[in-house]
């Protein structure tokens, strides 16, 4: 495999130390560059989903058929007579990819303290099963989660602002229960939480399943939802596919979706990430092309009267080209190694500590998703290997011209001078 | 408390008033906003007090409440549930633009804040809105006379009511059908923004209660669900009872006075 004309080449690099230096400096920089945005821009994809999702969606979630878009109250799993939900809880968990799953029912209705009324959306959890899917109910800033079986609610700081009601405060809660009645009854604020998110802390209140159900007039084994969480984000479309199989085998009909359908923004966010990936590799590439052949072309040049010397004596213009292009490709290998050594701890730093920006930044939020002021790093495989390539490839392409050159001229003119 | 200047300040009012009326009947011509004017004022009176029962049958249930309703012009009313035994003592306080409830499982008043307008009021295909702005047509509507002439026999108007640009109102356009024998109201059409018909009230059993001739039913139908229905059902009224603001009080709301 090592002719002699790649041994060339190889050497011919060290003709110029400074030089080869300069030239791979740039070439592993290009590396580390696309790398190291490409993560960043995966972290801050991966960080909207798991903040989008992870906060209170889950990462998919079960319904009957006609409950979205209208969220009627009446249209809870099973239909009327509602479900085994305990079952149909252990069935979900049993999936593969499935961290957690937690029942949940809603009613639209009124909190009301003193004076002070507002409408808000209330949503039954199972406190011991919601964080397994959510961290809604981790956010509490003050007093605690309501607990099961208790007239207790958590609601958001903006809410809890705007009833001027805090922890230990009786309320009176008001929503249309599903008998045509109006569900009314007193319950104690437990505690209060803050998301973040202005739409949940304003609006959002969670009430023990079991408290909701009773106030609306379901029975416990009516329930309008089940949210899952997965093991990750990327395999929820496929563990709802799984889920969706499975129940109508058993002669369920559900419908099973995942964050990608539930959140459509978010993946339309994530694909185009993506499509960006080759847009940096791309970029930067492109402009270390124009570097590396100014690189070989002066390489060339100067030893345009040895070349002219080889093909005096019988070198075939090919060799002459193998051997630049073998010099150049010596150049890649030398610049990816160099690449991938100051790269790989960088980016494995970053991401176990990502470095905090707070100091610099607050939160903000992202297709209603909040994003934490970190560089967060994730790594991305296949990209840092199509860069390797992308980067060998710039190397070689940057030395086609000047090989070409080199193996194109007269070697009696350049012998003399001219 | 009469401030001064007041006396006289009502008279120039009732002698412009008077004027206006004159001229408009001089012309014996009744503009859109007459009739709208006069089909608000059948039910109410100055003062009115009487017992409805109120029928919604939706898709997943169907129920009855019996309740006392009290009036003072547009301004007031109070409405208080007095069957079935579980919601008996549920009240509604209707004092301008405002709405409270009494709720009587926690003996607790609440204000219904003004995202909640649309809700439903009671479960019924009425909303809190409705109970606010039922009166206030001639104030937010430009009324045209749409129609005039026969309906199945019957000479009739039908008004249309268009909403002033100003107007913080739901509809982007009502119907209103009105006898022109008796003036009594048949029928009102509510569209939507979009010219989409979203609901219909119908009027129908006219009798005369407490000296007045009235529609004692009245339907509400939403289009969306054409099994659905609110059917109101008055089986006494009596007017002019003399009832003061002091009546639609926050304390009569929770305590039931005035029974």
Known sequence: MIGPWWRIGWRNLGRNRRRTLIAAAGLALGYFAVVVMVGLMAGLTAEMIENGTGLLTGQLQIHALDYRPDRSIYRTIGGDDGTDVARLLREVITDTAVAGAAPRVYAGGLVSSGEATTAGILMGVDPNREPGVSRILRSVVRGAVPANGQSQILIGTEMARQLDADVGDTVIVVAPAADGSMGNDLFTVSGVFRSGMPELDGSYVFVPIGSLQQLIALSPGRVHEIAASTTDPWLAPIAAGRLAAEFSTSGLTLEVEPWTRLRPEMLDYARLVEAWDYFVIGIVFAIAVFGVANTMLMATFERRREVAVMLALGATPAKIVLSILSEALALGVISLIAGVAITLPILVWWHTAPPDLSWLYGDFTMFGALIRPVLRVEYKPAVAVLTGVALLLTALIAALYPAARAARMLPADTLSGI | ?259
Not at chain 2, 132 to 138: A, G, N, T, Y
């Open chain 2, 1 to 259: 408390m009469r401030r001064p200047g007041y006396a006289a300040f009502r008279t120039v009012l009732v002698a412009f008033t008077v004027g206006v009326i004159g001229a408009a009947s001089a012309h014996a011509q009744r503009t859109g906003r007459d009739i709208i004017d006069h089909v608000d004022r059948i039910m109410r009176g100055e003062s009115s007090q009487g017992v409805a029962t109120m029928e919604v049958v939706t898709e997943h249930w169907q129920r009855s409440m019996t309740m006392d309703i009290w009036s003072l012009g547009t301004e007031y009313a109070l409405i208080r549930i007095t069957a079935p035994k579980k919601e008996a003592g549920t009240a509604t306080l209707k004092a301008g633009d405002d709405i409270w409830n009494y709720l009587p499982r926690v003996d607790r008043t609440i204000k219904i804040p003004a995202s909640l307008m649309m809700g439903s009021w009671m479960g019924s295909h009425f909303t809190n809105d409705d109970i606010v702005k039922e009166s206030r047509l001639i104030e937010d509507y430009d009324i045209a006379i749409g129609y005039e002439g026969l309906r199945d026999g019957v000479e009739v108007w039908e008004l249309d009511l268009a909403p002033k640009p100003e107007a913080a109102v739901v509809w982007g356009r009502i119907v209103y059908q009105v006898r022109k024998r008796d003036m009594m109201p048949t029928w009102a059409r509510y569209y939507d923004e979009d010219g989409a018909l979203v609901r219909t009230f119908t009027f129908s059993d006219y009798k005369t209660m407490g000296g007045r001739l009235v529609p004692a039913r009245m339907d509400a139908r939403p289009e969306d669900k054409p099994t659905e229905r609110t059917t109101i059902l008055y089986s006494e009224l009596e007017f002019d009872i003399g009832l003061d603001r002091g009546f639609f009080s926050l304390r009569a709301l929770r305590t039931g006075e005035g029974r």
